[in-house]
Each structure stands twice: as C-alpha cells, then as structure tokens.
C-alpha cells in the first residue's frame, strides 16, 4: 500500500473514443466471415458495429514463438470476436454516481453453453464447482482457491469473472473486503499515489473527493467494486489461512483455513507484503502501564484529547498520523532513529470542473491515468542514477525541509545524510509544520526500553500515556510463507530461507500451481501497486488458458529459470539508490539483499508478463490414463 505503510495491464475491456455507450468492436483482421457473424449479432443486440484496428487486445494463451509441443486448434474467428467492450468509464458503473453496476461482458455470456473451462472439468468427470470426485464429499473443490480480499485478491477475482471463469473463492480472514486499507484506520490514513492512478484501469471511479485518495474513499471504493462486479458469493469471510499443503499424487493444494478446508487446483496468495505489523521486541513494553497501539492496528474508541504521546517511527504513516493528532494532543514526541526525505504532496480538492470532465468526456480520465503512470516512469532513471537523484527529487525535499523548519537543531536532525529513494520518499504538506508547533519534541534515536509508563531512549526519559508504534510491517519475512507447503514438504518460508525470490514475483520453484500477486521484488518506489498487480493477474489468466489449452494439471517455474531471473535483478540493482544510497531500509533482509523493490520501469513488468512461456515451466499433464482414472473414482 503506496502510504499508508512504512514501505509502502491491461483491462478486461477496451474502447473506442467516439464509440457509442457499447458498440460491438470489429478489427480489421477479422475475416468476411467473422465480420458478418459479427455484424448479425450486433444487430441482433441492437448494437452498432466499430472498426478498428486493434480493438480486442490478443491474449494469447501461449507464446507462440517459445511454445512446445502440439497446440489445439483455435476457436472460430466469429465466436472469438463475438466481444462487446464497454466504455471503461462506465465498466462497473461508479461513474457520474450511478449505484447499479454494467458487468464487464465475457465471450459466450448471451449463448447458453457452458465455457470452454467448465467444459473441460465437465467432460472430465468434474464440475464446475463443489465437490470433485476421487475427494472427501465434505471438501469442496475449486479450480482457482485466492487468498485475500484486498487489492489483489479482488483484482485476481474481477478478472477471472471476466475471462469466463467463476470456479473460484475468495478466504478473506477478515469480516469485510479492504486488505490494508480495512487494517489501517489511523487519524489522517491515506495514499500517495494519484487516485487515478490507484485504481483498477478496467474499474475507474469518477468519485475521488481529492487529487490522493483517503482512507475512507479507497476502502469505499474496494466495497463499491467488489458490489458492481459481484464477488460476495465467492467471498468466505472469517477464513484465515492455516495451512496450504500441495498434493503431489493428485496435483492440488490442500488448503485449511480458520473454519473449514478445500482443495483447489490452483492457489493464489493475494496477501501482499503489508498485512503482519512489525512490533519492537522492546525490554518492558509488557508492563507499560499506558495504552499501546499499532498504526495498522489502530483502536476507534481511543482519544488522545490531552494526552502525553510518543510516536515510533518516521515513515509514512507517522508523518500523516502526527500532523492528525497533534492539535489535540497534551504533549507529543517523536522517537526518530533516520530521517526520511519528505517532498511536498501535491493535494487538492478535485473541483466541478474537473468531475465533469471525468464524468462527461469519453477518455480523459484514461488519458490522466496514462499520463500520470508514463510520468512517473521517469523516476526509476533517477533512482539508477544517485547522482541525478540528488540533483532533483532530494534537492526538492531539501528545499521543502528549508522552507519549513528554521535553522538550527530541528532542521539538521531532519536532514538525511543518505540519497533521496534508498529509503521511500514521503510526501506531505503538513509534517514539518507539525513537528514545529509547540510542546513536540523529536528525539533522535531509537526507543531502548520501557519501565512503567517511562519511554528510555539513551539519556532521554520520558513519561507518557499512549505509546504509537509507526513501525511498518514484517514485509521482507511475509508470515504467511510459513503456512504453505510445496512439493518437498519444506514451507515456502523455509524455501526463502537465503533470500525471498519469485520468477516475475509470481511463481516458486518447488511449489507447483502456486502464485502469487505482489510476490518478491514487485514493489514500487515510484508508481501505483494496481498496475503491479493487473499484470501479474494477466499473466495468471495466461497460465490458466495455457493449462486449459494443453490439459495442464500443474506448472512449476524451473529453477534455471528462478534463478536466471534472480540474477538479472541482483545486477539490476548495481549503483542504484537502493544499494549505494547509503541508508539501511525496509526493502531489504537482514543480509543486506533486496527482495522487495522493482528496480526496473512498470511497463517492462508488463511486457515480461504479458504471456505464460511454457518452455519456463516444468509442465505435468493429464494423461488418458489419469483422466479414466478420475472418472472412475
């Protein structure tokens, strides 16, 4: 999550600017046949009909070039194109307020025949959903079991609705949908990534209040879209994740959670890296004898009104809580072991004019969107380069910070001796101001101990009543690695051992049909984790088709390939911010390696994920023999 964290590809539809509210798309490859089929169903529907040159985007389901073995034919041209694509403004009908929503529509929707998937798991002697034979008749089996309910859990959901697919169920341990942004209800949460741009592309929202969204709107907006595209029959809310062991004899996962279990082909870990907070293991924090409290685990009944209160930590939820609470507060301090580069954040109220411009002009807020994701690409370039970093994005922090606090003691414990993008770069308008307002206090370093309602920091000893721990999330160990279990019986944990690493932040060797959404080295520095997460969703339906298409019962990474991979991120890594910036940060383990960021632009993850290379994976298939013997049990 872009800011509330101490961290911290394509659409299902396309369109055609000037196309009506729903036009049936026609390219210009489409054979005389395919367009005539094309053009009596749209009249059938009432539709018109729109040329255009790449109007349905291919998704292959193999990459042609690099694919082995034998291929099945390709369906019909005429029931391939038979796709009607929807204004992305209106996919899921959050614009202009409309409450009710226009489902994004799926190849074979208005024919009533069962997908090509069902088909498959049918003729098989599956089902679509529920119970698969040769299990226990109380397991139920899924094709596609996802573990999350947040951005990716949710993305990784619309997505396979849209291809068709709805063999499928969301664990959310929780009582709702959110992820981190349900987890973090602290004063003044929200993001720091444009609102546009923090947001599905194939689910725009013309209700963002402000330029950055809150955390009130972006939750919002998670429980609009989880409504318009209709996932809470798919969602098993209070089912946390115990245990996830695969099945080698027959090919799928054994997932046990909180109040039940299943088996499922494939499992999805859409958990992300901010869900476990990371508390100090301080020496009496036990026996505090004030309240203690998380920021990702905010309690609402707690008031801070006239209060003596320390906050631990520096990152990015501290700078927007601090600003939240210090006006109410008796007396405040902030526990400050490095100081973060803070840029101005360029907030505002969105006005009249630009909400009908969102809501009116066919395209613009895609075009904002794109411009606003092309534009920050620029930054990785400073990022590989810390000398250019200085002379830019950290000489603008330098100038805030000058701006805002006067000379003297303040200011040079404020100031980082390390380049602006080793540790992530904050931004607030409000933070320093904060911490110059009278009766705060910043310590410089870290908090050693706590005795009685005393903070020890060094020489510094000071009594309060709430103690805020801004510490960020255990994000480089992922806690959930413990629960799952690959092929070898050892846990995914265990496998990361030296090094969390995923081919493409996306799959494990050892683990079959495993994948993960925002997996090792997928997070951002500089752009939004939406544009992470609908690549590595597009690249899922990719294996899911190439499994369909070649009677795949498992895929699993080969390790050449892992660790291929690896290296040419290692390298990556070489003179950036993030190895020779100086500073000790968040993205890395405690061996100095980092698993955590994208070194590289957003768009190359695009295009190395834009289709499943078969010839990257060990491939087990269903053989005849195996499929009469399913059939039979």
Not at 161 to 188: H, I, K, Q, S
Not at 189 to 218: H, K, N, Q
Not at 292 to 320: E, M, N, Y
Not at 461 to 478: I, N
């Amino acid at each position: 999550m872009e800011s509330i964290s101490d961290s911290s590809t394509s659409g299902a539809s396309g369109s055609i600017d000037g196309a009506p509210e729903t036009a049936c798309i026609c390219s210009t490859s489409t054979s005389r046949v395919g367009i005539i089929a094309l053009f009596l169903c749209c009249r059938a529907l009432g539709r018109p009909l729109v040329g255009s040159a790449a109007a349905v985007p291919r998704q292959p389901s193999c990459n042609p070039v690099r694919a082995t073995g034998p291929q099945e034919p390709a369906p019909p041209a005429a029931a391939a194109l038979l796709t009607v694509v929807l204004r992305s403004e209106d996919t899921i009908g959050l614009a202009a307020g409309r409450d009710e929503a226009r489902p994004l529509r799926r190849r074979g929707h208005d024919v009533d025949e069962p997908s090509a998937d069902e088909a498959r798991r049918t003729n098989s002697g599956g089902a679509p959903s529920g119970h698969a034979p040769g299990r226990p008749g109380d397991v139920p089996h899924t094709r596609v079991a996802i573990v999350g309910a947040g951005f990716s859990g949710l993305g990784t959901a619309i997505r396979l609705l849209a291809a068709g697919r709805d063999d499928f169920v969301v664990l959310e341990r929780a009582e709702d949908v959110g992820g981190t942004w349900r987890e973090n209800d602290y004063p003044g949460a929200a993001c720091d990534v444009m609102s546009l741009l923090y947001s599905y592309s194939f689910a725009p929202s013309t209700e963002w209040r402000r330029t950055f969204g809150t955390r009130s709107e972006i939750l919002e907006y998670l429980r609009r879209t989880t409504d318009a595209f209709g996932l809470r029959p798919h969602i098993r809310f209070g089912h946390a994740l115990e245990r996830a062991r695969w099945d080698d004899d027959r090919k799928l996962w054994h997932v046990t959670t909180s109040r039940g279990a299943w088996t499922a082909d494939v499992l999805v870990l859409g958990t992300g890296y901010l869900s476990e907070p990371a508390v100090p293991d301080l020496p009496g924090l036990e026996g505090f004898e004030g309240t203690v409290v998380h920021s990702s685990r905010w309690d609402p009944t707690l008031d801070v009104r006239g209060k003596r209160v320390a906050v631990v930590g520096t990152g990015a939820s501290a700078i927007q809580i601090i600003p939240s609470i210090q006006p109410d507060v008796a007396s405040l301090t902030v526990y400050q072991r490095t100081p973060a580069w803070v840029a101005p954040k360029p907030d505002k109220a969105i006005g009249p004019g630009q909400l009908w411009l969102r809501r009116n002009v066919p395209g613009y807020q895609r075009f904002r969107r794109e411009f606003n994701k092309r534009g920050r690409e620029i930054v990785v370039g400073l990022m590989a380069r810390p000398d250019l970093m200085r002379k830019t994005l950290q000489s603008s922090a330098l100038a805030h910070l000058h701006a805002t606090v006067p000379e003297g003691p303040l200011r040079d414990a404020l100031t980082p001796d390390y380049v602006a993008g080793c540790k992530r770069v904050l931004f607030s308008n409000t933070y320093y101001q904060a911490l110059t307002s009278p009766g705060v206090d910043v310590v410089a370093a870290g908090v050693d101990s706590v005795h009685g309602s005393s903070v020890l920091a060094g020489d510094d000893v000071r009594d309060v009543d709430v103690l805020v721990f801004a510490t960020g999330f255990r994000s480089v160990e992922r806690p959930v690695a413990r629960l799952v279990e690959g092929a070898d019986g050892r846990t995914l944990a265990e496998h990361w051992a030296g090094g969390a690493s995923a081919y493409l932040g996306s799959t494990v060797a050892g683990f079959p049909n495993l994948f993960l959404v925002l997996g090792p080295n997928t997070a951002l520095g500089h752009s939004s984790q939406t544009v992470m997460i609908e690549a590595q969703v597009g690249y899922l339906l990719s294996a899911l088709r190439c499994m369909d298409d070649r009677s795949v019962a498992a895929f699993e990474v080969r390790t050449e390939v892992q660790d291929r991979f690896d290296a040419m991120l290692r390298r990556r890594f070489t003179g950036t911010v993030w190895e020779d910036g100086g500073c000790r940060s968040w993205y890395a383990d405690a061996s100095g390696r980092n698993p955590s960021v994208w070194p590289m632009t957003t768009a190359r993850f695009a295009r190395m994920t834009k289709s499943f290379v078969p010839s990257d994976y060990q491939l087990t298939t269903v053989s005849a023999r195996a499929r009469d013997l399913v059939t039979e049990r």
